[in-house]
């Protein structure tokens, strides 16, 4: 009866210990869902942000066009003005001396014409690379878009299957603490079997003390060691039973995953 206790008392023990590691991973599943919501929204930030990089790529596109018609409108009045000035020139050759001056100011419109378009081709090379660099840029925007994305979807499924192992979790712990309980009225009922038992060996001491004192009478005390005979019996029978009812919990029960 002793071992049954002492038995009895462990697994209450280790029934609260799993109750307590069990509580424990529901705390830390809390926190890791919370740790994945912030992601979530951290995500979402971003993305709101590549969004906003991708609007910015698609202004610097239409500004670039616009630019580039500006730098050929410049470049077409550079030639024209270039053209003029050739034209100019010619006919202050033809005029001879009184055309020099004339000829003077042809040249300098000329060169300004040249130095125009010079500068309007180096505006568009510019923007060109400009242009290179935003294209990139753009592609890079779209790769992160779509990693968020990926990232977001990945996010969502953790914290589902999180939601799912915190409520398994939590099956698992009401499941422990209804075993717990349940050991504990065993072990309580135990040690009433056991005080119990202890008691009627007592009484069997006594009464084997009167049976040596008093053989006088033995056939009345015969009949009484009968009666204890059989309280001691069905005494032994409901702690085999409850010993095996004990044994076919530690064997036979299964907690739900």
Known sequence: TEEINASVQVIDRNTK?????????????????TVVAQSIEKLKEIGTVSDEITELVHAFEKATGEIEEFVNTIQGIADKTNLLALNAAIEAARAGEAGKGFAVVASEIRTLAEQSKEASEQIYETFRRLEGHVRSAEKKAADIATKIEEGSALADEAGEKLEIVTSSVGDIVSKLEEIADSISSISSSTESVSNAMVEIAHRVESINGIIEN??????????????????????FEIAKDINEKLEQMGLHYETKE
Do not use: F, P, W
């Not at 210990?17 to 830390?28: H, I």
């Not at 008093?214 to 005494?235: D, F, K, P, W, Y």
């Open 17 to 33: 210990q799993s109750v307590e590691y069990s509580r424990q991973a529901v705390e830390n599943v809390h926190r890791a869902s």
């Open 214 to 235: 008093n053989i006088a009478e033995i056939e009345t005390q015969t009949a009484s060691l009968h009666t204890i005979e059989g309280m001691v019996r069905n005494t």
